[in-house]
């Protein structure tokens, strides 16, 4: 992948299907002699043309705008040129081998290729370039991503602040903080014979107590915002016709599964992602768990048990009409004794006692967080959906959140611990400020991670890859 790193590239930019408009992207060092032989004229920078795309054999394939971005100031910091055609896709992908085919024309005035080398760009590659020509940092890069993905409102907010550098600027801040602690520690370690203490006279305990404060509140931001990109995965799970999918229906505000009062009418796994406050919740309602012979049924119960210790979080739907019976309340012991041994101890379990118009009376004694609700009627349907905001771990934050992934609340994390056990250096009487100074470095690698300011190229191809082509 390192040799191809300056290669021209070309893409169609615009999704997959027809369209009003479609756009073909080109990006590399040097693209005049391209440009005059697919406009069959020069651009003036940044300014739409409207004019024919030539075919190579004195005809036109469309007609429609070019705009040419010369480096440094374009998307990928190189050279760029974008044709807006007609978003037919045999138009686009006859345009694009265009692109490819003139690239490799002789030029009349050379009497060299236009353009050597021109290729298909891998996916996510122009988002790459842009990245590691400066243009942007890895969270920005991650951004565009994020926002073509998002699936709520409020994710796409979140992403657009972070492709602004909302993230970026947080991330800046404690990077700043970080270094002036770590020219203290390395200051002193330099020179030792010096009267003055350093990191006494500097308060570098106060310097670092305050970025631990710092670092709590972008980490509790950047949980958020992972939260809004990514959800999590709620199911729900319980004895048959205990009213799962009707739950599931209630909770989605559709009918999405399939209702009925037979006992196990629910065979296989049945999911869709909701949102709650911009949240997104991917609910999953599965087959009632039971004894069973016929053998279908024990797939659905075979795949409900695999969701079951898939989850994030877990809702235990109980029938509030069959409580007071002994076996349904045996077997319902027994599932949940299961359900506690396969989940790990950190995934929340919410027991939900449905049917609460049919029931002929209040209930005592019902086990665990125990909601009472009617699917059918909707009653306690919203109360539930506050509770899942809170099991997920979402708070209401102010106006400013920034869409974060995975690896970045990790990555706070790790530079968290580090500082702590800087801390706990520092506190020494005689602190080793060797190891200090370990400590802090470490912190500042995990923070660089996050902005991508390191040679990890796997980790780069990774990122990059599930980008789509043209981006």
Same mark, same amino acid.
């Given at each position: ?200 006279? &500097? #308060? @570098? *305990?106060?310097?670092? %107590?305050? =970025?631990?404060?710092?670092?709590? /509140? !972008? ?111 045996? &077997? #319902? @012991? *027994?599932?949940?004794? %299961?359900? =506690?041994?396969?989940?790990?101890? /950190? !995934?929340?379990?919410l027991d939900v006692w449905n049917k609460s118009d049919a029931a002929a009376a209040p209930q ?27 099991i997920a771990g979402w708070q209401a934050l102010p106006e400013g959140v920034f869409l974060a ?40 690698g995990a923070l660089n991670a996050i902005t991508g300011e390191f040679d990890a190229e796997a ?13």
């Amino acid at each position: 992948m390192l040799g191809q790193l300056h290669d021209p590239i070309a893409a169609i930019a615009t999704a997959p299907g027809r369209g009003a408009v479609g756009i073909v992207r080109v990006s590399g060092a040097g693209l005049a002699p391209l440009v005059q032989a697919l406009c069959g004229r020069s651009l003036r920078p940044r300014e739409a043309t409207y004019l024919p795309f030539a075919d190579g054999q004195g005809g036109a394939l469309d007609q429609g705008l070019a705009l040419f971005f010369p480096a440094p100031h374009s998307f990928t910091g190189e050279d760029v040129l974008e044709l807006q055609a007609h978003g037919g896709p045999v138009l686009l992908e006859l345009l694009l081998a265009r692109c490819l085919a003139a690239a490799a024309e002789p030029d009349p005035a050379t009497g060299r290729p236009r353009l050597p080398g021109l290729r298909v760009a891998r996916p996510g590659e122009f988002s790459e370039r842009a990245f590691r020509n400066g243009k942007m940092d890895l969270t920005q890069a991650e951004a565009i991503a994020d926002l073509i993905d998002a699936s709520t409102e409020a994710a796409a907010r979140s992403a657009s602040r972070s492709l602004g550098g909302a993230f970026s600027r947080e991330i800046g801040t404690l990077r700043e903080a970080l270094i002036h602690l770590r020219m203290l520690v390395e200051a002193t370690l330099d020179f030792p014979e010096e009267d003055i203490d350093f990191l006494q006279q &500097a #308060d @570098a *305990a106060g310097q670092l %107590e305050r =970025l631990q404060a710092q670092l709590v /509140a !972008v980490r509790q931001r950047a949980r958020q915002g992972a939260l809004l990109r990514e959800g999590i995965k709620v199911v729900i799970a319980g004895q048959p016709n205990a009213g799962k999918s009707s739950l599931l229906n209630a909770l989605a505000g559709a009918e999405l599964a399939i209702v009925s009062s037979v006992a196990g009418t629910t065979r296989d796994v049945v999911a869709q992602t909701i949102q709650i406050q911009g949240v997104p919740l991917h609910v999953v309602d599965t087959a009632g768990l039971r004894s069973s012979s016929d053998e279908v049924e024990q797939i659905g119960i075979a795949r409900a048990w695999g969701q079951i210790e898939q989850a994030d979080a877990l809702l235990f739907l109980h029938d509030l009409t069959r409580a007071g019976e002994p076996a349904y309340r045996t &077997a #319902d @012991a *027994a599932i949940r004794e %299961e359900m =506690l041994a396969r989940l790990p101890a /950190a !995934v929340p379990v919410l027991d939900v006692w449905n049917k609460s118009d049919a029931a002929a009376a209040p209930q005592a004694g019902l086990p665990g967080e125990a909601f009472r609700l009617s699917a059918r009627t909707g009653e306690g349907i919203e109360t539930l959906r506050q509770r899942l905001l809170e099991i997920a771990g979402w708070q209401a934050l102010p106006e400013g959140v920034f869409l974060a992934r995975a690896r970045h609340v990790q990555a706070l994390q790790q530079m968290g611990e580090h500082l702590q056990q800087a801390q706990a250096l520092l506190a020494q009487r005689m602190p080793a400020l060797d190891l200090l100074a370990e400590e802090l470095r470490l912190a500042q690698g995990a923070l660089n991670a996050i902005t991508g300011e390191f040679d990890a190229e796997a980790l780069l191809g990774v990122i990059f890859s599930r980008f789509c082509i043209g981006k």
